[in-house]
Nanobody, 119 residues
């Protein structure tokens, strides 16, 4: 099994920055994609950004130019640098990964971390 643990959420003023981290642990043989989703109250969970093992990233239109995703393959960690934050970025942010464990590829989710953008 693989566990994903997020950290770095919190309260920030509009225009501010936060950096989220997600560390994967467990019986990991390989990790393909890693990414971040978010879910605001009464809204569907949506993809924010994802990055593959080669470093190719894709972003939701709403965060392009403001958020940057990166990963440390050696430490099975993915980061989300969030700049110029807006109130509409307020949500629970979930780490997501596609990993090989016990010779089975599966999707895994973290427990989520709250990001609140408010003055």
């Amino acid at each position: 099994q693989v566990q994903l643990v997020e950290s770095g959420g919190g309260l920030v003023q509009p225009g501010g920055s936060l950096r989220l981290s997600c560390a994967a642990s467990g019986s990991i043989l390989s990790i393909s994609s890693l990414g971040w989703y978010r879910q605001a109250p009464e809204k569907e969970r949506e993809l924010v950004a994802a990055i593959n093992s080669g470093g190719t990233a894709n972003y939701a239109d709403s965060v392009k130019g403001r958020f940057t995703i990166s990963r440390d393959n050696a430490n099975h960690t993915v980061y989300l640098q969030m700049n110029s934050l807006k109130p509409e970025d307020t949500a629970v942010y979930y780490c997501h990964g596609y990993a090989l464990s016990g010779f089975v590829w599966k999707y895994y989710w973290g427990q989520g971390t709250q990001v609140t953008v408010s003055s």
